[in-house]
Nanobody, 116 residues
Framework: QVQLVESGGGLVQPGGSLRLSCAAS????????MGWYRQAPGKQRELVAA???????NYADSVKGRFTISRDNAKNTVYLQMNNLKLEDTAVYYC??????????WGQGTQVTVSS
């Protein structure tokens, strides 16, 4: 029902920056809690950052101070600005849209590789 398309991933050197974008098809985008998750090889998928409709952001401890999540409801888009990237940030990053406890949609993922 809700399509999420991520973009902006790629290869970056340690200390570099990337901005991920996630465009949503939903006409009620503004109601969704939007989030970014990532999954590194051999690891569980983990929450990186989330921003509900009230705008109160939540970040994983590992990215606090380096990543910023934001949303533009007029464009049905959520962003993840990633600064000072580290090798440990290498993962597939997934966009998520959720409503309540039962509704959740996922994008296809975009690869972020941090390598020297």
């Amino acid at each position: 029902q809700v399509q999420l398309v991520e973009s902006g991933g790629g290869l970056v050197q340690p200390g570099g920056s990337l901005r991920l974008s996630c465009a949503a098809s939903s006409s009620i985008f503004s109601l969704y809690t939007m989030g970014w998750y990532r999954q590194a090889p051999g690891k569980q998928r983990e929450l990186v950052a989330a921003i509900p409709r009230n705008g109160i952001t939540n970040y994983a401890d590992s990215v606090k101070g380096r990543f910023t999540i934001s949303r533009d409801n007029a464009k049905n888009t959520v962003y993840l600005q990633m600064n000072n990237l580290k090798l440990e940030d290498t993962a597939v990053y997934y966009c998520n849209a959720g409503l309540g406890f039962a509704v959740s949609y996922w994008g296809q993922g975009t690869q972020v590789t941090v390598s020297s």
